[in-house]
């Protein structure tokens, strides 16, 4: 399954680069999240998901890879649901275009239901993210202004 788009965030590449990887926000924004460590280039995720058909609690590993700050990296998740392969690519001044492309495949649960469905989810839970990490965003560059 792939899954693709284009986000605008209120803040330079750098703070949005910053507060992508950083383990607090990840924790605060992804939905469902109780848990983020990182372990050098390795995040360990920990969530309880309750939305729909999809409930319970699950971990992963989320792998940092080729990062290019502030630019691009690639993230390689495994988790009980399915393995996904996510590129990211950063660019603007004042303002951040954040364009994704993810390749996943379906493990599980999931494989029990269609596409449809399924992007509909993908698609609920990129809007709270996103949602969270432009607020994270507006409260970093509100502090960082003199």
Same mark, same amino acid.
């Given at each position: ?8 965030? &209120? ?6 680069? =910053? #507060?992508? @990887?950083?383990? *607090? ?6 939905? +469902? ?36 700050? &502030? ?6 998740? =495994? #988790?009980? @649901?399915?393995? *996904? ?6 660019? +603007? ?54």
């Amino acid at each position: 399954m792939r899954f693709e788009g284009r986000r605008t965030l &209120p803040a330079p590449p750098l703070v949005v680069w =910053e #507060t992508l @990887l950083d383990p *607090l926000v990840l924790r605060d924004c992804i939905p +469902g999240c109780r848990e983020v460590r990182r372990d050098g280039a390795d995040y360990h995720v920990r969530a309880t998901i309750r939305m729909l058909f999809l409930r319970g609690s699950y971990q992963g590993r989320i792998r940092l890879v080729n990062p290019v700050p &502030p630019h691009s990296f690639q993230l390689d998740a =495994e #988790t009980a @649901l399915g393995v *996904l392969s996510a590129v990211i690519r950063l660019s +603007g001044d004042t303002a951040t275009t954040l364009v994704y492309h993810c390749d996943g495949h379906l493990e599980g649960v999931l494989l029990r239901f269609g596409e449809p469905l399924i992007r509909s989810l993908a698609n609920r839970l990129l809007d709270q993210y996103f949602a969270c990490l432009a607020s994270s965003l507006r409260r970093r560059t509100a502090l960082q202004e003199p």
